[in-house]
Each structure stands twice: as C-alpha cells, then as structure tokens.
C-alpha cells in the first residue's frame, strides 16, 4: 500500500491537537523541508503560539527560556540532519536546570539512514545521556496499532518531560514525501485522542513518627545548623519557614533567597577554603540545584559537617559538599514547613547565626564606598546595575565573569528574579535564553549582563524577527575572557592573550545597527553615570548598552573587593 498524504497529514494534525491539550501553549520552529508538515500544522493550530527562529541552536535556547518563564512545556522542532545536533547544547542545558522542552526532530525514512542520502545522520537517540527519554515515531502510521502507538508516544513524552524533576524529552519523527498539504487540505485537529494522565500522588512529606524519632533529637543535637539554598526560583512558602528559622541561609545570587533577614549573600567574598572554622556547621541542609560559589563549596568540602540532609522529593541526587548522609523525599515547601513548626531555643543557635551574619554585614558595608577612589571597573557597572533597577525586574546573567561579579555583589531583593544558564555553565546561549523570558513575559523588564565573549557567542540570539523591547542588554566588552586572569594557571602562560583570553576588538555597535536596536557605548565613569538611568527606562526598542573596560583594572578591582572582604 503506498504512501497515504492525507493520512499523514491526519496524522500530524491530531498529534499537534494532542500536545496542546496536554497543556503546549508555544512552539519555536526551525525552517526546513523535513520538518514542513509540523510546522504548518503547529503555525495553524488556533491555540498555539508558533515563532521562527533559524539558527537551531539559538531557537532551542529561546525555547529553554520561555519554558522557564512559564512553566510550561515548550515545543521545538526542526529538519532532518545536523540541524538536531545543533540543539544539544540547549538540551543538556534544559536536562540539568530540569526544564520541559519537547525537542521534535523531523527524520528521512528509516531504510535510507546510510545510504549518502541528503541531510540524513543517524538520529534516533541523538542526545544520549543529555535526555530525560527518546521516543521514536513508527514510519508508517497506515496501522491501527501505529496510531494507537502514535498517541502513546505523545502522552508518554509530555508526562515524562513534566514529572519531577522536569527535563527534555525527544520525539524522532520519520517522515516521506509527499507531506505538502494542497490547496484544498487541511489538519484535522480532532483532540478526540487518547489521554494518559499524570501519576496521581499526593506531595511528598516526612511522617511525624520520622521527625520524632529521627530528624528532631538530630537537629536538636547540633546548634551549628546551614541551611545552603541552591540555584532555583523563590517560593514565598519555603521563603516564609526559612526566615522564621534561627539559622543562616547562604544564598548565591542565583538562589533567589538574599532577601530573607537571616540570609547571607557574600559567602564567596568571605569564606576561605581553610579558614573560619567557627563557620563550619555541624548539620548542612541544602535544597535546589547547584551553587555558584567555588569559596563556599572549598569551605564545605574542607569543613565538613557531622550530617548532611538534601532535600529533594524525587530523582538522582549529587554531592557537591562530599558530605551526604541523608536525602529526605519531600517537597521543599512542605519539609521547611514542619522544620519551621518545631520550637527552637533560639539561644542555643543564635552565635552561629551571628558569626555568619557578622562576616557578611562586614561585606556589606564595605560596599557602600569601595569604588569612589578605585579606577572605573567592571565590577562598578555590576553593583550600580543591581542596585538601580527597576522594582519587579528580571536579571539574567550570563557565564564566566558576568555571573561571578553578580554572586560578589548580591542580590538582596524580592521584587527582582534572577536567572542563569548554571546547569552547564556555558556562555553558548545566555542571550538566547534571556530573549525567550522576555518574548513570554512582555510586562516586565528583562536586564541580561553580559561579558563580550558571551555576547558575541551567541550574536543570533538577534537573528529573528521577535526581539522585544522589554530586553536590555549591559555588555562588559573588556574585549577577551577576564576570567582567564584570575585563574592562577592561564595568567602565568604566556600564550594568555591569544589562547586563552581570545583577544579581539568587536563592538556591538555594528551588530545594533544590523539588527536596528538602541545601542550606548560608554568608556569612563563619567559616562556611564550620565547615560545608564536613561538606558534603565522602558524603550520602544531592545537596547544594548556596552561599557568598554580594561582587563587590567577589572582583575585588580575584583580581587581588592574579595581581600577587603576576607580581613
């Protein structure tokens, strides 16, 4: 029996009319023949909202970030060929920061893999360990089964990628010519399709027999209890039981809990791997993913605690600290809540509440007038950028330096959300990932900070047509990687510029103009003083404002910062 168009097309149809029942509200497509019958089906889907964006690696980042957003699953699909592998840095980005993207790689017939056919690789299960489960489309969905199996795969996917943890899942599709529809075609987005739901569970908690027989005579045991919250979003439930608690919660910048009145938000300035042992805890509990801090992390490891609790209601579970000893399966809402209910004798735990605060006030203080007889630095832009924006901003922040001088800093705010790319690190998307916030979330401004390197990485994040106004870029253009002169072991090669810095003399004044956004370059204090509080204002257009630095003066500036606040 040959090849049935108007069978396919059926096909495609009900699958597309199934995602967005099981809650797909927006789909980032890259152009392709391949992929032509998802995406005309995805682009006409009444509920759905479907942009373009040609460089897949961009377009999967820009997907990664309105899924953030949103908290929604996030469809991205593209054509046969490296156009997948092309997608992965984005993927393995999404599976360790636990996102739900839905990545649908169209693919040639099964029986021309090999055989030098164009943009045809080997597909199925492309993303390797990077992907929470691969799924692979039947080639002929002519079968009753291959239909029934079609809309398995597509319950399957959309409950695996939102079950906790979250993360992406990949859909390989098989698809043969003819797949253009006529004239006179249409989808058929008959929703009438099986419907597999969710595991049906209640929130996961600790049972009082454990509290009372195992965790509190622990707890109460030990009067030298951290609490590290890890990178992750704030929840106004775990925000109010941690600050009623009598201990100190180190909060990286990407944490998102440096407002509470018992946080701490310098712990990178002025924790020693060696030292301050009257910090060291005798019970460490953590939450959330990872932490940027590499002098927090040293300390831990060096310092260890008697106990080490994590907690995480389901999935594997790392050891940054190389100290676990328990991981409790609970929500994070739901365990502080029942920490919060047992009654602490604050005197018992208020020095080393104190000792903790104390060390970070003492950073804080230092702030207030470190930089007026310093020449104009990097780290400058980045504590008045914090310091000045507007109430109910959003702050991305971009690897390497850009985060690091963000984490020195600290964000002591409730009203401002910070994001970061922290599940692998890398620069390779950090703009891209920061335009998808903003495309979902148009009401709010969205501030990335950036160092050129990063920026320059991932110029296509510019590349579409969908850029919105309400993003606003502030580029540290010290033209190399920095960072590679605070690292002990590059600053001393002398191939530093050219092999490891990457020394290059880009301006984003080019690249505003190519893409018709409001651009600003400032190069003293003067400058920047005078121009940034018109750049801090809403535009008609995405602005990039770009302070050229020197790399000298910013190394100097950002170790005296850290050597102020270590004494």
């Not at 959330?288 to 999935?315: D, M, T, Y």
Request: charge should be negative; proline fraction near 5%; aromatic fraction near 12%.
């Amino acid at each position: 029996m040959g090849h049935n168009k108007s069978e396919l097309l059926h096909e495609v149809g009900q699958f597309v009319a199934q995602l967005s029942e099981m809650g797909v509200k927006d789909v980032v497509l890259s152009p392709g023949s391949r992929v032509a019958p998802l995406a005309l089906a995805f682009a006409r889907h009444p509920k759905i909202n479907t942009i373009s964006v040609s460089d897949e690696r961009s377009a999967a980042f820009v997907a990664m970030g309105i899924a953030q957003q949103t908290n929604t699953p996030v469809v991205i699909a593209c054509t046969s060929g490296t156009a997948a592998l092309n997608y992965t840095p984005a993927i393995t980005e999404a599976y360790y920061q636990r996102i739900p993207v839905i990545v649908i790689t169209a693919d040639r017939p099964t029986e021309w893999i090999d055989q030098w056919d164009g943009q045809t690789i080997r597909q199925n299960n492309i993303f390797g360990n990077h992907i929470k489960k691969s799924f692979q489309m039947p080639d002929d969905l002519s079968h009753a089964d291959a239909k029934w199996y079609k809309q398995r795969i597509a319950n399957e996917a959309l409950n695996y990628a939102m079950a906790y943890p979250q993360g992406p899942i990949h859909i390989n599709w098989p698809l043969r010519e003819p797949f253009y529809p006529d004239t006179e075609e249409h989808f058929d987005f008959d929703a009438n399709t099986i419907r597999i739901q969710k595991e049906l569970s209640s929130e996961p908690y600790i049972e009082d027999e454990v509290w009372e027989k195992e965790l509190i005579p622990l707890l109460q045991s030990h009067q030298k209890i951290l609490i590290v919250a890890g990178h992750g979003q704030y929840n106004h439930e775990v925000g109010e039981s941690l600050s009623s608690l009598p201990f100190p919660v180190a909060s990286d910048v990407i944490s998102n809990y440096g407002h509470l009145e018992n946080a701490t938000v310098h712990q990178d300035v002025f924790l020693t791997p060696n030292e301050n042992q009257a910090l060291q805890p005798d019970l460490l509990i953590t939450f959330g993913k990872s932490v940027i801090s590499k002098n927090l992390k040293l300390f831990l490891r060096n310092n260890r605690p008697v106990e080490h609790w994590h907690i995480q209601e389901a999935g594997e579970v790392p050891d940054p600290f190389m100290s676990l000893t328990k991981v409790i399966r609970s929500s994070e809402a739901l365990f502080f809540d029942q920490l919060s209910a047992i009654n602490f004798d604050e005197e018992d735990y208020n020095q080393f509440l104190f000792d903790w605060q104390e060390h970070n006030n003492r950073v804080k203080a230092q702030k207030a007038d470190f930089f007026e007889l310093l020449s104009f630095s990097e780290l400058e832009v980045v504590n008045y950028l914090i310091n000045s924006l507007p109430e109910n901003s959003n702050l991305h922040l971009a690897n390497s330096m850009s985060v690091r001088y963000a984490n020195f800093i600290g964000v002591e705010r409730e009203d401002v959300k910070v994001y970061a790319n922290r599940g692998t690190s890398g620069i390779d998307g950090s703009t891209s990932t920061a335009v998808g916030h903003a495309i979902a979330n148009p009401d709010e401004l969205h501030f990335i900070l950036t160092g050129d390197l990063a920026f320059f990485y991932d110029r296509n994040a510019f590349w579409n047509n969908y850029v919105p106004s309400n993003l606003k870029v502030v580029l540290l253009n010290n033209h190399g990687g920095v960072i590679f002169r605070m690292i002990d072991g590059p600053v001393r090669q002398p191939e530093l510029e050219e092999y490891f810095e990457t020394e290059q003399r880009t301006s984003a004044k080019y690249l505003a103009e190519e893409f018709r956004l409001k651009h600003w370059e400032v190069n003293s204090r003067e400058e920047f003083y005078d121009t940034f509080e018109t750049f801090l204002q809403p535009s008609d257009k995405a602005c990039i404002y770009e302070v050229k630095s020197n790399k000298e003066i910013s190394k100097n500036t950002f170790k005296a910062f850290k050597r102020e606040g270590m004494k």
